[in-house]
């Protein structure tokens, strides 16, 4: 029964993170590097230090946690999150050339196979004492390779929709539609993306140990990870701020309160994810299949709804049948690598 109210936070919180790009559509006047660095004000430092706050128990610090904690995993866990970063960026660049179903299928396939890989093989080149590498059980791989299988799938659905409906039809669901360009970017965001989990496996120790609810205990590495995504983001949107004279955007006091609103809402939802990850794994047995595969999980999650909202926002009109039933096809296996773990 714990396994399933995990599963469940985590899948609510995956439904949250598949829905923020949905405000972004309401926000007014400003160029895409503003909007996206505002929003990530509220996704990558806001919301994450408000939910590391929870990690500190009474008459402690967040600062005195981070000044106790190994300097080394403290670094080690902002550097990939400054990786991760270079993968948000290009994220939203997929979203832009493929769509939301199409774009976050693909990223966030990469994303969750890598980032459930790299994470154990990477801690275990700097602390083989840990054997890191013993929870890359036969059931963690099973399911990984699931969750790319289904992925995949979704893929081709991607491809058979591109091959099939004219320019007119792909711009009209995808205003700025280029296959090629977009797979590309998206696999190269997928990679980036997939650092974020390898950050938490070296931040995952920094709490107060059993005075931190065990609900909590990833949060100040959560943070640690999107404060160095945040740095990279805002470098590159300062850059186009100044290489596209969009600094202006800022001074347009008119939409402020639209697009404040929508901001803060779109980087709550986006944040909803790793909240309800840490949320969820508290009810999976540390160092399980289900507790290594949480993040695998939640990417494959994060497809399934994203698909969903590529369907209400009519991203597939005009695919043929069978280009339909493909993408379910996807999505079906995808559900399965969910619970499958649990099978095995």
């Known amino acids: 029964m714990e396994i399933v109210i995990g599963l469940l936070i985590i899948a609510i919180g995956a439904f949250c993170q598949s829905s923020c790009y949905v405000p972004i559509n309401k926000i007014k006047d400003w160029s895409w590097e503003s909007y ?49 970063g270079v993968g948000g960026l290009t994220f939203g660049l997929s979203m832009r050339y493929l769509g939301v ?17 790299m994470g154990p093989v990477l801690l275990n080149i700097f602390f083989p004492e840990l054997n890191a590498l013993q929870s890359l059980t036969s059931a963690v791989i099973i399911g990984v390779v699931v969750t790319l299988v289904g992925i995949a799938i979704i893929g081709v659905a991607g491809s058979m929709k591109a091959a099939s409906l004219s320019e007119e039809e792909k711009k009209a669901a995808v205003k700025d539609f280029n296959f090629p360009k977009g797979i590309v970017i998206a696999l190269l965001a997928g990679f980036m993306s997939g650092c974020f989990n390898v950050g938490l496996e070296f931040g995952k120790n920094i709490n107060f ?48 309160g639209n697009n404040l609103l929508f901001c803060a809402l779109a980087g709550v939802l986006w944040y909803s994810q790793f909240f309800g990850l840490s949320l969820g794994r508290s009810f999976f047995e540390p160092g399980s299949t289900m507790d290594v595969l949480s993040f695998c999980i939640l990417m494959a999650l994060n497809v399934v709804f994203s ?19 493909v993408l379910v096809v996807g999505i079906v296996v995808l559900i399965i690598s969910t619970f499958l773990p649990k099978l095995l």
């Open 36 to 84: 996206w660095i505002v929003q990530g004000v509220f996704a990558w430092l806001v919301f994450p230090l408000l939910g590391a706050l929870l990690a500190v128990p009474e008459g402690h610090g967040l600062c005195e946690l981070f000044a106790g904690a190994p300097s080394f995993n403290i670094w080690m866990t902002v550097f990939f999150g400054v990786l991760w």
């Open 307 to 325: 698909n969903v909202w590529g369907i209400i926002l009519k991203e597939w009109k005009g695919c043929s049948q069978k280009t339909i039933a």
């Open 209 to 256: 140990g059993e005075l931190t609810d065990p609900m909590y205990r990833t949060l100040p590495a959560t943070l640690l990870v999107t404060f160095g995504g945040f740095v990279t983001n805002a470098v590159y949107c300062f850059f186009q701020n100044q290489k596209n004279g969009t600094w202006g955007d800022y001074k347009k006091t008119s939409v402020w």
């Open 101 to 117: 179903a199409l774009g976050q299928s693909i990223a966030l396939g990469t994303c969750a196979g890598l980032g459930t890989i």
